[in-house]
């Protein structure tokens, strides 16, 4: 074999570790910018420990897919003929560069198996290998054959009633010194702490100085013991509006047949209010053989900018991982 075997057992705490201290064949979709689901940066700051790894054991996908590997795996041998069998590895040139093979067969070309939601399998079906989903695994079975010394690799996509989509990766000169230099490229960042270039609509904001981290965490401070006031008297205000309510219909009930009345410094006025009208139900029995949603959407207003604030239950950034000395100190106002 023309790799470095690792003895660790997958999803084990040691192989948590394993994986951090080099670049692995899950990582290269996002360096080489093909992933939707996590930015350059984002990997940097994760391997930098500026920020903490999200923790995705809990996602029901991720359950999901885990659950039917073994089943994928048994389904993919059955197909080919080959045993597979689910390994660690280094490459020889390049040992930074690391993969976790679902499973590799007698000539050593590895196989990544892939349980995707229903919605998933169609898009694939239908788009092949202009598929989003094909090009983000198609990088990671193509560092995979970098690892393991070989030009082939299986894409698996598992279906549990009929036959899987499956694909043969082949990996070419171009594109393995492509991955070999990226690898590379990103490990020098990492290792010399130097950021690639954040993407504003997707990375997080992190200050650029001492001046700005103070300015923050004052306003966090004030805007952390507000949240809680507001939240209190929320909940007070909920309990107050349940017994209004429930001293208005007393009152209602008294008043019997009567719409009016204004007595006690309490005036009531009982009146009937219209329904809404479902357009949404209008348009299809109107215009049932009609795409109204495109011309509806040439009236749409023009967007506008919102922020959404949350209480963050966990530190996300590690402000300590950027070596910089930065003051409790801590002002309310500016």
């Not at 008043?255 to 005036?267: E, I, L």
């Amino acid at each position: 074999m023309a790799m470095k075997h690792i003895d660790v057992r997958q999803r084990s705490p040691e192989w948590l570790i394993w994986r951090a201290n080099g670049i692995t064949a899950t990582d290269l979709p996002v360096i080489l910018g093909v992933s939707p689901y996590k930015t350059p940066w984002q990997l940097f700051a994760e391997k930098t420990g500026l920020i903490n790894q999200t923790d995705i054991s809990g996602n029901p996908f991720v359950q999901r897919g885990n659950a039917l590997e073994d089943t994928a795996r048994q389904k993919v041998e059955a197909h080919t003929g080959e045993l597979l069998f689910p390994l660690c590895g280094e490459c020889l040139e390049l040992p930074i560069l690391r993969a976790s093979f679902d499973g590799m067969d007698s000539q050593n070309k590895p196989h990544e198996l892939k349980v995707p939601h229903p919605t998933t399998l169609e898009e694939i079906e239908t788009n092949q290998i202009e598929s989003s989903t094909y090009i983000l695994y198609e990088a990671q079975v193509e560092t995979q054959c970098v690892v393991a010394g070989v030009s082939e690799g299986l894409l698996s996509f598992y279906r549990e009633e009929g036959e899987d989509i499956e694909f043969v990766i082949t990996l070419t000169d171009t594109r393995r010194t492509e991955i070999l230099n990226a690898a590379k490229y990103f490990w020098n960042l990492v290792q010399t702490n130097t950021a690639p270039q954040a993407d504003p609509a997707k990375d997080w904001f992190i200050p650029d100085s001492i001046d700005e981290q103070f300015k923050w965490d004052a306003y966090a401070d004030a805007w952390r013991s507000q949240h809680q006031c507001i939240k209190s008297l929320k909940e007070n205000l909920k309990l107050l509006e349940a017994e209004q309510k429930d001293i208005q219909q007393q009152l209602i009930t008294l008043m019997g047949p009567y719409r009016h009345a204004d007595m006690g410094g309490v005036k009531i006025a009982r009146f009937e209010k219209k329904g809404t009208i479902d357009y949404t139900a209008f348009f299809k029995d109107t215009f049932p053989d009609q795409n109204y949603s495109d011309k509806l959407e040439l009236f749409r207003k023009a967007p506008h900018s919102e922020a959404r604030f949350t209480k963050s239950e966990d530190e996300l950034v590690n402000l300590e991982a950027r070596n910089t000395v930065i003051t409790t100190v801590k002002s309310a106002y500016f």
